[in-house]
């Protein structure tokens, strides 16, 4: 037998063997699926945004057809639809989406701040980040590289000025800017929240003038005048409890840096 005949009948021999372990293994070692599992991913999106607090959608299915997640409503990026269409495959009660978007908590452009060191690196914030804590007279607000921007899966954030910018009409609320950015200073919260405070440096009153002409100051204002007593300073910021606020839009007047936005807060 000739040594081209004798390398293809020992390939061929390795070939079937393999194939035949594949379909035994294929029968023996599967993982069993829960025949729930098909109907539910049926209804979700595929747009594997990571919205609903899971991987991606083959997660959030498999959570819900276990019995592990009981909550129907979480795909912010099918909205309603496809919530209602879960909803009737698992037999539950439908359960409204809350719409959300990602807000920016600093307003520190380069006309409100500036640069305190030239960054050479990569445009990165990540990068600025980890050499220098931020390169921005502001060590809390966008460094304005645009690591968000990148990331973001329906192109609804812009660098503009040297800070990012939310289109809340393309923002689906996926998160992936918030997760990404390295000061934390992007959050996905409810559209209804009428008030947001968009400063996110700690510091007091003076130290936050040198460095950003639009921070907050710290003066108390907006938490004593509030009507409904809904807003407390947690380290030299307002915070807001959204439970009590009744959006009067108070704060935002009396606050003499405009820090805290009402209604329209792009």
């Known amino acids: ?35 729930k599992f098909p109907a539910i991913r049926a209804c979700l999106p595929g747009a594997n945004c ?54 920016v908590h600093c307003r520190g452009d380069c006309l409100n701040t500036r640069k ?18 931020s390169d921005g007279a502001c060590h809390y607000g966008c460094i304005g590289y645009g690591d968000c921007a990148s990331v973001c899966p329906e192109n609804a954030i812009n660098i503009i000025n040297g800070i990012a910018h939310i289109n809340d009409i393309r923002c689906m609320g996926c998160g992936a800017c918030a997760r990404t950015c390295p000061q934390g200073i992007i959050e996905v919260l409810p559209k209804e929240f009428e008030v947001e405070v968009s400063c996110s440096n700690h510091d007091k009153g003076p130290a936050v003038k040198k460095a950003c002409a639009a921070g907050c100051i710290g003066c108390t204002l907006c938490a004593k005048k509030c009507p409904e007593g809904a807003i407390t300073m947690v380290n030299n910021l307002p915070e807001i409890d959204h439970g009590k606020c009744s959006g009067c839009g108070t704060c935002a007047s009396v606050c003499p840096q405009k820090v805290i936005l009402y209604g329209n807060k792009v």
């Not at 040594?3 to 009948?9: E, F, H, K, N, S």
């Not at 997660?59 to 919530?83: F, H, M, P, S």
Request: aromatic letters at 6%; a negative charge; one cysteine or more.
């Open 1 to 35: 037998m000739s040594p081209v005949l004798i390398a293809v009948c020992v390939l061929g021999g390795i070939g079937l063997v393999s194939a035949l372990l594949l379909v035994l293994a294929s029968k023996y070692m599967a993982v069993p699926v829960d025949e």
């Open 50 to 103: 990571g919205a609903c607090g899971y991987a991606g959608c083959d997660g959030y299915a498999n959570a819900l057809a276990a019995g592990e997640e009981e909550k129907t409503n979480k795909c912010i990026a099918g909205g309603q639809d496809v919530a209602k269409a879960v909803a009737e495959t698992m037999g539950l009660a439908f359960e409204a989406v809350v719409e959300v978007n990602a807000f």
């Open 116 to 133: 305190r060191t030239e960054f050479q690196g990569a445009r990165s914030c990540a990068a600025a980040k980890l050499l220098f804590g």
